[in-house]
Every structure is written in C-alpha cells, then in structure tokens.
C-alpha cells in the first residue's frame, strides 16, 4: 500500500515538474525577443566598416573619427615619439605590449586607436600627462606615446581596433 | 492591526462598502488610527516627506514627458524649449530638477537617522532592505534622468556609468552593447533611458507600499529604540504626525522653493547647457552631487588586487558599498538600538557621517595628487564600519541603561 502511495505521488511530481519545465522554456522563449530588441539594431551594425584617408595629416598631428559611433584617434607620431614608446621595458607596464604589436609593419609612424579610455570610457587629451600620450581627464589614467597605460584606474592600454592599410595613405578600419 | 481600529461604518453606504471593498476601513487602520510612539522626533518626518518628493517627481515628471523628445537631434532643444516657451515649464522643468536633488537629500537624512537609531535591527530587517532597494532603484532613475537633457555631462556621465558593465569578466563587452543599444552611447541608448524613467518611478512607488506595509508590521521603530510595550507608549498618526508631518514638509519646501524659483541650476553642471558631443570629453567629469560618495568608491581603486583588475575593483567596490547596506541588520548585533544608549557606536557613527560627506566631496575633485590617497582611505573607513566596527562593538561595548518603556523616558525628564 505504502509504495502505491508513493509511486501515485511520483508520477503526479514528474507531471508537474514536467510541466513546470515547459512553462519555463515558453516563458524564456517569449521573453528572449524583448530582451534582444535591446542589442544594436541592424542600422548600426551595417556602420561597422569604414576607410579613411591619411593624406593630409602632418606629423605630430592626430585626427579623430568615428567608426561605428565610437571616436577613433589617427596618430601621425614623430621619430622622438616612437623612440620614446620603444625604450620603455615591458616589465614596467601594466598591461605589456610592445610598440610594435601595436602598429602595422613599415608604417610604425601611424598609430590607431579606439579613442575611449579603457577605465570607463572618456576620450583622452593627447600630448599631456607624465608620459607625454593620453591623459583621460575623468578618472586620471595616463597613456604613452603608444596609448599604452602607465599609471591610473585603466586596466588595459587604449584598443587597437581590427585596421589595415589599403595603400600607404589609405586605411580600412573594421 | 485590525485590533487598533475603531471604525465603525457611518451609515448604511459605508456598511455595503465595508462588507465588499474594506478600503476605509485599510485607510482609518493605517492612515488615521495607527498607533506610533509618541517620542518622534524631527528626524522620523522624512518618511512623509519622501513620499512627497516622489508625488512631486511623478507629477512634474509626466507633464515634461507631454514635451519632451527623447531623440539625439532634438531632446537638448526639447528641454530649453520646455524652459523657454511652454507655459509654466520654467518652473515646471526646475522643480523637477531641484526635486531630484531635494529627494535625495531626504533620503539621506532618512537613511542616516535609521542608521543612527538602529531602524534595521531586528525585527525590522526586511524594512530595511525595502529601503536600501528603494534607494538603489532611485539612484537609477535619477541617472537615467539626468542623461536626458543630452548635454555633455548627460552623454559621459551616461559613458562612463554604462562602462561599469564592461567590467564584468567574458559578458561585460555584449551587455555593454546590448545596455547600450550600440557600440557607443546614441539615440538608442536615450530612447530606452526615457522609457525606463519613466518606468522606475512607478516601481519605486510599488516598493514604498511594501515599505510601508513592512512598516506597519512592527510599527515604528523611536528614539528610544525600546519597543512600544502599552497603548500608554503610543498616539494615533492622525491628527498627532499627519501634522507633524505636513509641518516639516512645509518647512522642507522652503529650500525647495527657493533653489526652485531661484537657483535652479546652481546644483547643476554648466557643461550640460552644452549638446552631447561624442568626440570631446568635458575637461572634469562629475555626476550629480548625490551620488558623488558612490563615485569616489568606483573610481578610487586603481590597483589590481590578485587576479581582479582596477576596473573591475573598483566596480565590486562601489557594488559592495550598497550589498554592505543590505546585509548591515546582521553585521550590527548589539541588542541595543538607538545611538543614544551606545557611547562608543556615537563616536564612530559621528565620523562615518563626516567621512561620507569626504567621500562625496573628492567625488568633485580631480583624481590627482593627495586626493587619491585620502579618497583610499574615506574608502577603507566606509567598509570598515560596516564589517568591522559594528561587528566589534557589538562585542566589546557597555550600553548605558535603557529606560523601561518610552513612557517612562518622556514622563521621567518632566518629572525630575
């Protein structure tokens, strides 16, 4: 007696978890197209790749565009600048990079970078700081000539978005 | 609570209500008949007053929302039209700035005296945490407020407060973008910040019901901090604090107006009569004043602690100075609960409050130089408090005598 007991009361648990579950899928189901309405739309996405030409820009210049919304700096950095990125030793940074991972080869002249600080996102001021680069104004991250972090809240050295160089004055960014 | 009720239906409208629908009968029990100490001070008529502020914001807030247009090219326009051509927006549109900051001034004040008297101890915990989402939940929607101006304190302040969630490890990029409608802050990002400021007001108004309710549970809590033990101990709140109460609002709106009618933008940022402008950074960003402590938490962290970074830390900080309210009814285990039977927790309390307006004044600061250091340690004191100084003292301190009832303490300093 005991056991039918017991084997009525699981076949009615496995009813209702079994329900409980598809309930679950359904209501995931209903609620995924009002949480994806959230993520960018296609009209933003369709922004994602753009070229951009160098002629123009002297050295010691930089330039700042937008690429898929976001600012982007295009460095023209002079011989003292590069020299200055590439006499630092990794041991020294936070996040170690080299100058060279961080520009193309044959065009180390040319630096281009994601113009949002790594911390929380403010757009820099370049040539200022302790390390003659970036120096982002909110929160007091300081940048080098290669948009390396050296000191302050950022985590990480300004993003060097996916680019290449079509020709030598013409570059693709995304 | 029914047992304080002494409504008995007029006539014979009343009973048929009475037995279908008992809404009188709920609002005599809560509203009118409900027994509160009657030692209450000053400090207790910021619950009614908040309830005010958050009237006046949803009032305020759905008339602006009548001309308001939440788009990139046009809300900056739409808010100095609101200013400068609709009838009565001028002062419309200040309330509910002013307001925004008057609420969160309340809340302060109401936040520290349930600190100070020991509101949250038991059994008042749940109370308490209402509270603290309350106030959570009202910090986002002053945020998402503020960013619809679309001045340039508006657009980075929306920037950096978005960017918190790209510190969370492997999801943090995709939630940022799917925050933000976008790789970048833009109209998606505005047109979604509208209708959630819209939204929250009404959640909170929600929350003050549950708050409320979970008030008149134990009922209130007094200077004292010892629990009503007769009806000898008690008044009823009407006529007793709904005029207290109307009392200080009035006194409470004398600011109001005047920040109102004649400062309305000296809380304010001049950079926000700026349009948004993704390109340029404002030389010094800073959020409002109320949520300035909170700001120096996030951001005085720029180290990395073993494998979390300084961004991430400084977002599990600012994160973990709320969570720390939350759980503070179990941090606090002295059985007493007003401050003014503890002579150690006085001094402590004293200086918290002091640090926490440090911690809003570096807020405003630049982060440079000896601010950073003092910011590390007004951060170090806050969590201290909390997690181990209240702990501690719960231990190692005497408290004075309480006295027996609240009558007692009232009819003893007349008597003596």
Redesign the interface.
């Known amino acids: 007696m005991a056991t039918q007991i017991e084997h009525q009361q699981t076949r009615r648990d496995f009813l209702y978890v079994a329900t409980g579950a598809v309930g679950a899928v359904g209501v995931a189901a209903a609620a995924w197209p009002l949480?994806n309405q959230?993520?960018?739309?296609a009209s933003?996405l369709a922004l994602a790749t753009i070229e951009f030409s160098l002629d123009g820009i002297e050295e010691g210049q930089s330039v700042?565009i937008?690429w898929?919304?976001?600012?982007v700096f295009v460095r023209h950095r002079t011989p003292e600048e590069i020299e200055a990125a590439r006499s630092v030793s990794l041991a020294e940074l936070?996040d170690p990079q080299t100058d060279e991972e961080r520009t193309k080869e044959g065009h180390e002249e040319w630096l281009v970078m994601i113009?949002?600080c790594?911390?929380?996102?403010?757009?820099?001021?370049g040539e200022s700081g302790d390390f003659n680069g970036w120096f982002?104004?909110?929160?007091?991250s300081h940048y080098d000539t290669a948009g390396r972090v050296r000191r302050?809240?950022?985590?990480?050295n300004l993003v060097v978005p996916p680019y290449e160089f079509l020709s030598d004055s013409l570059i693709q960014i995304g | 609570m029914s047992e304080h009720s002494t409504y008995q239906p007029g006539n014979g409208a009343e009973k048929w209500l009475d037995d279908r629908l008992p809404a009188v009968r709920f609002a005599k029990e809560h509203l009118m008949d409900f027994p509160t100490p009657k030692n209450l001070n000053y400090w207790w008529t910021f619950g009614a007053i908040l309830v005010m502020c958050l009237v006046i914001q949803i009032v305020t807030g759905v008339v602006l929302a009548m001309h308001y247009t939440p788009q990139v090219d046009l809300a900056f326009d739409s808010v100095e039209h609101i200013r400068r051509n609709v009838n009565g927006g001028r002062v419309i549109q200040a309330v509910h700035s002013v307001g925004a900051s008057m609420f969160f001034a309340a809340i302060y004040v109401h936040i520290f005296r349930g600190l100070y008297f020991g509101s949250y101890k038991a059994p008042r915990e749940v109370l308490w945490m209402i509270g603290v989402l309350i106030f959570v939940t009202l910090m986002a929607t002053a945020f998402m407020g503020y960013v619809l101006p679309w001045g340039q304190m508006s657009f980075w302040g929306a920037t950096v407060i978005t960017n918190i969630f790209s510190a969370i490890p492997i999801v943090g990029d995709p939630l940022l973008q799917l925050i933000r409608g976008g790789f970048a802050v833009d109209n998606a990002t505005l047109n979604r910040f509208f209708s959630l400021h819209y939204l929250l007001p009404f959640i909170i108004a929600a929350l003050v019901v549950l708050h409320i309710w979970a008030l008149h549970v134990p009922g209130n809590n007094n200077p004292t901090g010892v629990e009503v033990k007769s009806s000898r101990d008690t008044v009823a709140f009407h006529p007793y604090y709904t005029m207290k109460d109307l009392f200080a609002a009035v006194v409470f709106l004398i600011p109001f107006a005047w920040f109102a009618f004649f400062a309305p933008d000296i809380l304010g940022h001049p950079d926000n009569y700026i349009q948004a402008n993704s390109q340029v950074t404002p030389a010094h960003i800073v959020p409002e004043w109320y949520l300035l402590p909170f700001y120096t938490i996030l951001r005085a962290i720029d180290f990395n602690v073993l494998f979390i970074n300084s961004k991430l830390g400084g977002v599990i900080a600012m994160f973990g100075s709320m969570i720390v309210l939350l759980i503070l009814p179990w941090l606090d285990r002295s059985p007493v609960r007003s401050g003014n039977f503890r002579p150690m927790f006085r001094w402590f309390y004293w200086l918290f409050v002091i640090n926490f307006i440090a911690l809003g004044y570096l807020g405003a600061q630049p982060a440079e130089g000896i601010y950073v250091l003092i910011a590390k340690l007004c951060v170090a004191y806050y969590f201290a408090y909390f997690l181990v100084i209240l702990p501690v003292l719960s231990r190692i301190e005497m408290p004075r005598p309480l006295p027996a009832s609240i009558s007692e303490s009232v009819l003893g300093k007349a008597h003596s």
């Open positions: 949480i959230l993520n960018p739309d933003t700042t937008l898929r919304g976001l600012p936070k113009a949002n790594t911390h929380l996102g403010c757009v820099p001021v982002c104004p909110c929160h007091g302050g809240p950022a985590p990480a």
